[in-house]
Structure formats: structure tokens, C-alpha cells
């Protein structure tokens, strides 16, 4: 049963690191682009769309960080090679969580609502906005290794468990016949 619970974790964190991932390469791509063609005004016509039920974004990477977590810790009985990327996957869903919350987002929003209220310069506002692009590229490259380690930590981990299991039948089966030779050992000293 913790096997099946640990395989459900890993495939659980390699689904969310590979959603975020796409999600956010699009952002990259497609988003930011328009958003930040020609600040502050771009940002402003941005700020224009309607956004219904609107989710801050950053409260999901703590949750990259948890079902990694509890991935590693449940997995890392049969763990042997696969520790490192169990280790460096919630590593990094960490680090991504940490610098999200207290860096990223806050310049993201501080950014729009001083745009918004038009209350910083534009030079100001240019320069945040550039600070935004480097920090999400840099971020999109650790989504990105979040991602394979996290397939790597499944892959890896996936065979050790089955040649765990392997082994545990191969013993079982030979301590099954071990105990058969000595019945038939001691039934034929006995007669």
C-alpha cells in the first residue's frame, strides 16, 4: 500500500511540475510579451481585461513543494539512486516557492498597482519590469529542471521499487524451498 502512495505522490509531482511548466512557457511566450510591450501602458490595457474568479498564481507553488515533500519522504524507503532526484525535485519546489512569494509576486503586484495608480516614474516602471522579465526567465529555467527531475525521480524510483519487489519474491521463494529441502531433510532421517 505505501508503494502505491508513494508511485500516486511521484506521478502527482510529475503532473503538476509538467502543468506549471506548460503553463507558465506559455506565459512566457504568449503572455508577457503583450504585457509588457511597451510599459506602463501596455500593462494598464492589460489590466483592462476582466479576469472572472481570478487566483493568485503563487499560492500553487507550495503545493509543488508539499506533494514533492511527501513524495520523497514516503518513496524514500526503496530510494537508492532516485534519492538525489527526490531530494533536488522538492529542492527546488522550495526554493521556486520561496522566491515566488517574497520576490516575484510582490514586485508583479507592486508593479501593476503603481502602474495603475500612475504613482512611479516610467523610468521606474521600465526598470521593475525588466527586473519581472529576467526573474521569470530565470524561474521558467527552474520550472523547467523541477520538471525532469521530478520525471527523473519517478523513472528512477519506479524501477526500484519493482526490483525491490523482485528481490522480496526471489527471497521469499527461496527461503519457501530452503524449508521445503529441510522437511524432507528431517521426514528422512525420521524414517
Not at 527523473?152 to 521469499?172: K, M
Request: glycine content about 4%.
Amino acid at each position: 500500500m505505501r508503494k502505491q502512495l508513494a508511485h500516486f505522490f511521484l506521478m502527482a509531482s510529475v503532473l503538476i511540475w509538467g502543468t506549471w511548466f506548460g503553463g507558465q512557457f506559455f506565459n512566457w511566450c504568449m503572455i508577457i510579451p503583450k504585457r509588457l510591450s511597451n510599459p506602463p501602458e501596455s500593462i494598464n490595457a492589460f489590466d483592462i481585461i476582466p479576469t472572472e474568479g481570478d487566483f493568485p498564481f503563487f499560492m500553487l507553488n507550495p503545493f509543488f513543494f508539499l506533494i514533492s515533500l511527501t513524495a520523497m519522504l514516503i518513496a524514500w524507503k526503496w530510494a537508492k539512486d532516485s534519492r538525489k532526484w527526490l531530494v533536488l525535485t522538492t529542492f527546488l519546489s522550495f526554493s521556486i516557492s520561496i522566491v515566488l512569494i517574497f520576490y516575484l509576486a510582490p514586485l508583479i503586484h507592486s508593479t501593476d498597482y503603481k502602474v495603475n495608480e500612475e504613482s512611479l516614474p516610467a523610468q521606474e516602471i521600465i526598470r521593475r519590469v525588466a527586473e519581472w522579465k529576467t526573474g521569470n526567465a530565470i524561474r521558467l529555467l527552474f520550472d523547467f529542471f523541477g520538471f525532469l527531475f521530478s520525471v527523473l525521480a519517478l523513472r528512477t524510483w519506479t524501477a526500484e521499487a519493482a526490483a525491490a519487489t523482485s528481490d522480496n519474491r526471489i527471497n521469499h521463494n527461496d527461503a519457501h524451498i530452503q524449508s521445503e529441502s529441510i522437511q524432507k531433510q528431517t521426514s528422512s532421517i525420521n524414517n
